[in-house]
T-cell receptor, first 114, second 111 residues
Framework: DGGITQSPKYLFRKEGQNVTLSCEQN?????MYWYRQDPGQGLRLIYY???????QKGDIAEGYSVSREKKESFPLTVTSAQKNPTAFYLC?????????????FGDGTRLSIL | DQQVKQNSPSLSVQEGRISILNCDYT??????FLWYKKYPAEGPTFLIS?????DKNEDGRFTVFLNKSAKHLSLHIVPSQPGDSAVYFC??????????FGKGTRLHILP
């Protein structure tokens, strides 16, 4: 079945450590997105990519980095510069239709600090 | 500055009655609007969308209404069912651009 796979489901980070969250899609979507969800904050956009080898900062990009070397993959690295990384991270992709259509989401990765 | 606002953090509705979730936006360039449903520890699921050329879109029990002059949209669920209990996110975008989400409204369907 086509879909978006995020791994791992739970992740723990030590102080000063970088961690990478995986997002893979087999929907042949051009655009991919990373969001962060905190209680009472809704979904806030971290980074997005409209096409391979290109990406843009969202509203809260500080302390995060991404790459888009393949259409299917859009990994997110939470760096040690991100001082409050504990959150639920969601990856999404969107079809290449004119207007984009709705996003499809993965099931998320919950990141916690040890 | 919040471009998409859901001013009700939570809403309780009796089973079988109508649930009305509201959303306001500030960016007049938005021309595509969506509603998503989310259960805890899962990703949001797309429910229904509407483009700015319409004022209503219906899909089964779900209807979205758009009032462009008021920059307001609403989601109606009729009749409400226990499985509708979830967090609902309103979202908006300019054509083909990034999607901006509201903070969500938690809907409780009461037996």
């Amino acid at each position: 079945d086509g879909g978006i796979t995020q791994s791992p489901k739970y992740l723990f980070r030590k102080e000063g450590q970088n961690v990478t969250l995986s997002c893979e899609q087999n929907l042949n979507h051009d655009a991919m997105y990373w969001y962060r969800q905190d209680p009472g904050q809704g979904l806030r956009l971290i980074y997005y990519s409209q096409i391979v080898n290109d990406f843009q900062k969202g509203d809260i990009a500080e302390g995060y980095s991404v790459s888009r070397e393949k259409k299917e993959s859009f990994p997110l690295t939470v760096t040690s510069a991100q001082k409050n990384p504990t959150a639920f991270y969601l990856c999404a992709s969107r079809p290449p239709d004119r207007g984009g259509g709705p996003q499809h989401f993965g099931d998320g990765t919950r990141l916690s600090i040890l | 500055d919040q471009q998409v606002k859901q001013n009700s953090p939570s809403l309780s509705v009796q089973e079988g009655r109508i649930s009305i979730l509201n959303c306001d936006y500030t960016n007049s360039m938005f021309d595509y609007f969506l509603w998503y449903k989310k259960y805890p520890a899962e990703g949001p699921t797309f429910l229904i969308s509407i483009s700015s050329i319409k004022d209503k879109n219906e899909d089964g029990r779900f209807t979205v209404f758009l009032n462009k002059s008021a920059k307001h949209l609403s989601l109606h669920i009729v009749p409400s069912q226990p499985g509708d209990s979830a967090v609902y996110f309103c979202a908006a975008s300019e054509w083909g651009d990034k999607i901006i989400f509201g903070k969500g409204t938690r809907l409780h369907i009461l037996p």
